[in-house]
């Protein structure tokens, strides 16, 4: 039972938690950019290089033989997959930019000085009290 215990309060942590939503956001945004560079990337840019669909890009390891499939290297989607991986890192760094700004302008504001214990107030009282006299 205590290897259960341990687990949940693993598995329960804000750590925890906050790794999982960011795995799921994370897979979400990988969608969002394969579809922004696949449909509108990439078309206009096939159509600057002359009209070609970097999805039909393939080279032919091996032709078709009766019922043997042909073995195709697919290097136009992997160009998309790049041009993927480069927006989807290019966002990343933008986001981690931001964090750091706003940590920096965290630690810059200087902390608030704490207030003075029940005895320092007294002594102050009692100071202020002979300074009167």
């Known amino acids: 039972m205590a290897i259960l215990q341990e687990f949940r309060e693993f598995a329960v942590k804000g750590n925890m938690v906050d790794m999982a939503v960011g795995i799921i956001i994370g897979a979400a945004f990988g969608k969002i950019v394969s579809s922004f560079v696949g449909d509108v990337i990439m078309p206009p840019l096939g159509i600057l290089i002359g009209g070609i669909n970097f999805a039909d890009l393939v080279f032919t390891l091996k032709d078709a033989a ?30 981690i930019k931001g964090m750091n700004t706003m940590k920096k302008k965290e630690a810059a504001a200087p902390p608030m000085p704490p207030e003075p214990t029940r005895e320092e107030q007294l002594l102050a009282e009692i100071r202020d009290i ?3 006299r």
């Not at 989607?77 to 990343?92: C, G, H, K």
């Open 66 to 95: 009766g019922e043997i499939p042909a073995v195709p290297l697919n290097y136009g989607r992997f160009i998309q997959t790049l041009v993927d991986f480069t927006i989807v890192a290019f966002a990343i760094f933008i986001v």
């Open 130 to 132: 002979l300074k009167q």
